[in-house]
């Protein structure tokens, strides 16, 4: 309620150029100016937008003492509590009420004058580049995340077989055996035009299919198929 003018800054914990000199003759210059020092409260971190704006509203839309910190009002004399920086404690104060409207009046802003301004980073012509350059940013990042996502997504994807193809699209297994139900094996493929376009002696696993110890002739499961 006292007569204390003084500024709140939000300020970046960093530079955009880190060869720049330009925040050190700033420092400088105001020790030079004001040799007496600055008292300054650095509070937490804001890490969201929304905890900035919750801020700055604070100071901007709210009266300088909340309703529910007055205790009483009787007789022209007005008493209300309020929080002392220096020890933490709760003070009580009572004091005639054209007193109490003269402190309140004190913190209203002349019509006109700017409550915020906004400088360096934060002013509107670097805001809308930094704007720009963050939404160009997030696309070239997004971008590239999606096509690592879809190299390792063909990188990881397992060719699927003639036969799983035909699984997935007819609903039938095309090596079954009509009779006893056994799966066979694909030994050739041939066309009248084009002869054979497939032999089991050809194939990579040829080995594990001709080259079985536990499985007699009689009993091998061959299919032929004939493109007409």
Same mark, same amino acid.
């Given at each position: 309620?006292?007569?204390?003018?003084?500024?709140?800054?939000?300020?970046?914990?960093?530079?955009?150029d880190?060869?720049?000199?330009?925040?050190?003759?700033?420092i400088?210059?105001?020790?030079?100016?004001?040799?007496?020092?600055?008292?300054?409260?650095?509070?937490?971190?804001?890490?969201?937008?929304?905890?900035? @704006?919750?801020?700055? $509203?604070? %100071?901007?839309? /709210?009266?300088?003492?909340?309703?529910?910190? &007055? #205790?009483?009002?009787? !007789?022209?004399?007005?008493?209300?509590?309020?929080?002392?920086?220096?020890?933490?404690?709760?003070?009580?104060?009572?004091?005639?009420?054209?007193?109490?409207?003269?402190?309140?009046?004190?913190?209203?802003?002349?019509?006109g004058?700017?409550? @915020?301004?906004?400088? $360096?980073? %934060?002013?509107? /012509?670097?805001?809308?580049?930094?704007?720009? &350059? #963050?939404?160009?940013? !997030?696309?070239?990042?997004?971008?590239?995340?999606?096509?690592?996502?879809?190299?390792?997504?063909?990188?990881n994807?397992?060719?699927?077989?003639?036969?799983?193809?035909?699984?997935?699209?007819?609903?039938?297994?095309?090596?079954?055996?009509n009779?006893?139900?056994?799966?066979?094996?694909?030994?050739?493929?041939?066309h009248?035009?084009?002869?054979? #376009?497939?032999?089991?002696?050809?194939?990579?696993?040829?080995?594990?299919?001709?080259y079985?110890?536990?499985?007699?002739?009689?009993?091998?499961?061959?299919?032929?198929?004939?493109?007409?």
């Amino acid at each position: 309620m006292k007569w204390n003018p003084h500024v709140h800054a939000l300020v970046t914990e960093g530079a955009i150029d880190k060869n720049s000199n330009k925040t050190r003759r700033l420092i400088s210059y105001l020790y030079k100016t004001y040799t007496k020092g600055f008292y300054v409260n650095a509070k937490r971190k804001l890490y969201d937008k929304r905890q900035a @704006v919750k801020y700055i $509203g604070r %100071y901007l839309a /709210r009266a300088a003492i909340a309703e529910y910190r &007055i #205790i009483k009002y009787e !007789n022209n004399r007005i008493r209300f509590w309020y929080e002392d920086h220096n020890d933490g404690q709760k003070k009580v104060i009572e004091c005639d009420v054209l007193d109490f409207i003269g402190k309140i009046t004190q913190h209203i802003a002349p019509k006109g004058f700017r409550m @915020v301004r906004r400088y $360096g980073a %934060y002013s509107r /012509r670097n805001n809308k580049l930094a704007k720009n &350059i #963050i939404h160009l940013y !997030n696309f070239v990042k997004q971008r590239n995340i999606n096509e690592l996502l879809k190299e390792k997504s063909k990188a990881n994807e397992i060719k699927k077989s003639w036969k799983e193809r035909i699984i997935e699209n007819f609903n039938k297994n095309p090596l079954s055996c009509n009779r006893c139900g056994n799966e066979k094996f694909l030994w050739k493929i041939w066309h009248k035009d084009y002869g054979v #376009i497939y032999n089991i002696r050809e194939s990579s696993n040829r080995k594990d299919i001709l080259y079985e110890p536990n499985r007699s002739k009689v009993h091998r499961k061959i299919l032929q198929v004939s493109l007409l």
